[in-house]
């Protein structure tokens, strides 16, 4: 049973935090200690878009862009890092329109979709166009077939899932076919190739779904929920066979954060409204913390963040932010010391470790790093370094100014991330060592 703390909680829930039925790991930080960074290497990029970037190993791709900007001549392209030399590897032509996705890199090629209705398909050496592919004959009915936010991919396919605003229209997950594209065409001919929905068409799916041993792990979203009734379902679904592995309805997920699911050491972890734990062979649970508004009254929420970036996986724990601010306790008459948007929580039994609240932070979505036992968090207007296992806080930086809500990277000792002029619209991609 939810029960609601005062009248205007529902609505605040979208800049709540989460976590667990656990009072512990408050941080008493009445003085900060200052960590200055020493980069290793900078690049200047005109990242001024809200597609996340794509690490591929040791190249990272990102969509440099202005339509965040709302300009009315919007343009895009994609940009591929070299993460050890801190260099371009090169950069797409100007494609003038806007993207619709984040990148994706399937059969050693590189995909995006873009507002009007067609994928893009690169070249991996170059950045060149190869292929425009669209999804049925007309661009208006080709959007509804395409990507909503997130592109994933394996060896031979890209998947993405639907969502959408009218119930009336949900679209499940869908597959394309990347060997079905013919290369030999000129690259600006529009080659219309159809979209398979695989499974669960009658589902809209806002999350996005995980590629991980062979299977895709997808969470529906659940429209009932704010409701006090439906669930949302969590499914495995074999890449190859496309046959359902298994399935699980689970009544206190919602399905509508960004990026709250990691497959990680056998297990599906999420981090929605509640925190939850499934073995990937069967989906059965390995712990369960069902939670709503009322625990705030008396523990530290588990779950996750509307926008946020991911779990980092560290040493059998689990590091990620929430969309908890520092004025949530005040807004809601609920005590302070529960009020945490950076956690760090047994991965094992979802047990809270620590967690802490930033002064005057924003609500937060990124995803933390864990290197050589300390934790990095890219925040709005810093950045912040803790102790991995006891939580203690090792220093801020306060010259970082970033989106709080990225994936970052870690690549070969290193952290990289964004550091961002908004003046000047753009955004420098920092590197430290971190090993």
Not at 125 to 135: V, Y
Not at 225 to 240: E, K, Q
Not at 365 to 374: C, E, F, L, M, S
């Amino acid at each position: 049973m939810r029960i609601k703390i005062m009248t205007a909680i529902l609505p605040l829930l979208i800049i709540l935090s989460c976590v667990s039925p656990a009072d512990g790991g408050d941080i008493e930080a009445p003085e900060e200690p200052a960590f200055n960074i020493q980069p290793v290497w900078k690049l200047d990029t005109e990242y001024g878009t809200t597609s996340q970037p794509l690490q591929d190993g040791r190249y990272l791709y990102i969509v440099e862009s202005n339509s965040v900007y709302h300009d009315e001549a919007a343009w895009f392209r994609i940009a591929k890092v070299d993460l050890e030399s801190g260099a371009f590897a090169w950069r797409s032509p100007v494609i003038w329109d806007r993207e619709r996705t984040s990148p994706a890199v399937c059969g050693g090629r590189v995909f995006i979709q873009t507002y009007a209705g067609v994928m893009l398909a690169l070249s991996n050496e170059d950045g060149s166009l190869i292929a425009t592919i669209r999804f049925a004959s007309t661009p208006e009915e080709s959007k509804m077939h395409g990507a909503d936010f997130h592109l994933v991919a394996d060896e031979s396919a890209i998947f993405w899932a639907h969502w959408d605003a009218d119930p009336a229209n949900p679209r499940g997950l869908a597959r394309f076919d990347t060997s079905l594209i013919d290369y030999s065409r000129n690259p600006s001919d529009i080659q219309t190739i159809a979209v398979e929905i695989v499974w669960g068409g009658e589902y809209s799916i806002l999350t996005r779904p995980v590629i991980a041993d062979g299977a895709i792990y997808v969470l529906t979203y659940n429209r009932e929920y704010w409701d006090r009734s439906g669930y949302s379902i969590l499914a495995a679904i074999d890449c190859d066979t496309l046959v359902e592995r298994w399935r699980r309805n689970i009544p206190f997920f919602q399905g509508s954060f960004s990026h709250p699911i990691l497959v990680s050491e056998g297990s599906v972890i999420i981090a929605d409204q509640s925190l939850a734990c499934y073995r990937t062979q069967d989906g059965t649970p390995r712990y369960e913390i069902p939670q709503d508004e009322s625990n705030l009254l008396y523990e530290v929420l588990l779950g996750g963040a509307y926008s946020g970036a991911g779990i980092f996986y560290y040493n059998d724990k689990l590091y990620y932010t929430k969309s908890s601010h520092y004025k949530t306790a005040e807004m809601n008459g609920t005590p302070e010391k529960f009020n945490k948007n950076i956690l760090c929580v047994d991965a094992s039994t979802g047990r809270l470790l620590w967690g802490d609240m930033p002064p005057q932070s924003p609500s937060l979505g990124t995803r933390p790093i864990v290197a050589a036992g300390k934790v990095y968090v890219v925040a709005y207007d810093q950045l912040r370094v803790y102790d991995a296992e006891t939580g203690k806080l090792l220093g801020v930086d306060m010259t970082i100014r970033n989106g709080g809500n990225e994936p970052n990277a870690l690549y070969n000792g290193k952290l990289i991330f964004f550091d961002r002029d908004i003046k000047a619209r753009k955004k420098t991609l920092t590197a430290i060592q971190v090993e």
